[in-house]
């Protein structure tokens, strides 16, 4: 296997586990990680910095993003941000920084999964295995016989995974945040606690005390903001846990 020589470097097979963009300035763990993807059927792309992975991202193709959150210019985090505000590219965010705070923020500003540093081969792997069926990769359960749910003048649709607001416009979801909202819709009025939300979403979020599925249904909601005056479609039940609380149509 050719070593990584330099940014923007594509495997040259086309495999069909999902291509995965790496951000990562660190020679060796860029080629390490580059390494253990195509060994395990991924396409892999590679970059060094924001600017590059910006060249990179107009080409298309890319199913996950690793991306590191010490780079060179803007951070990763920086990049994070800017990156939610035109697409839901999953990404998972890895950082040498593993503290709650750190996963938590990583989670608020829209990464789908954090890992830290030093991590295991298998877990990385795991980790990017379950993004990708959460997202774009993942078939649409053959038990769903509706394609539309509608609720509160919002509509999600199973097929393209779009959602949108009672004005019409689309809104972006996040792998993780879809995958939220399905349980949410899939259990309408009935109180869900962390670990229901934990195994019913299949996220890896950290444990059900972790604040990780707090954040998630923060950035949910605040997505599904009511207009003013209006009540909240997920609310949250003191000590219990979330509750949607709308009527979901199923077409």
């Given at each position: 296997m050719n070593?990584?020589?330099?940014?923007?470097?594509?495997?040259?097979?086309?495999?069909?586990?999902?291509h995965v963009l790496i951000v990562e300035d660190d020679d060796g763990l860029r080629l390490l990680m580059t390494r253990a993807l195509?060994?395990?059927?991924?396409?892999?792309?590679?970059?060094?910095?924001?600017?590059e992975m910006w060249r990179l991202l107009p080409e298309g193709g890319i199913d996950l993003i690793l991306l590191d959150v010490m780079l060179?210019?803007?951070?990763?985090?920086?990049?994070?941000?800017a990156l939610r505000t035109r697409s839901s590219v999953p990404v998972i965010v890895v950082s040498a920084r593993g503290e709650e705070a750190d996963r938590v923020l990583g989670l608020e500003l829209g990464a789908d999964d954090y890992v830290a540093?030093?991590?295991?081969?298998?877990?990385?792997?795991?980790?990017?295995?379950?993004?990708?069926?959460?997202?774009?990769?993942?078939p649409a359960p053959a038990t769903r016989a509706t394609e539309t749910l509608t609720f509160s003048g919002w509509r999600l649709d199973l097929r393209s995974r779009a959602l949108v607001d009672p004005?019409?416009?689309?809104?972006?979801?996040?792998?993780?945040?879809?995958?939220?909202?399905?349980?949410?819709l899939d259990?309408?009025?009935?109180?869900?606690?962390?670990e229901q939300i934990l195994e019913l979403s299949r996220?890896?979020?950290?444990?059900?005390?972790?604040?990780?599925?707090?954040?998630?249904?923060?950035?949910?909601?605040r997505k599904l903001e009511p207009p003013e005056g209006g009540p909240p479609v997920i609310k949250t039940v003191r000590g219990s846990g979330y509750l949607l609380a709308a009527t979901v149509i199923r077409a």
């Open positions: 070593p990584v020589s330099g940014a923007g470097v594509p495997e040259a097979s086309h495999a069909p586990m999902g195509r060994e395990s059927g991924f396409r892999v792309t590679t970059c060094r910095s924001g600017a060179p210019g803007a951070s990763g985090l920086d990049l994070l941000r540093k030093p991590f295991g081969r298998p877990e990385l792997l795991a980790r990017i295995r379950a993004v990708l069926r959460r997202s774009v990769l993942a004005e019409g416009a689309a809104v972006d979801l996040s792998g993780a945040e879809y995958d939220l909202l399905l349980v949410f259990h309408p009025g009935r109180v869900l606690g962390r996220a890896r979020l950290g444990s059900p005390s972790d604040r990780s599925v707090d954040t998630l249904v923060s950035r949910l909601r």
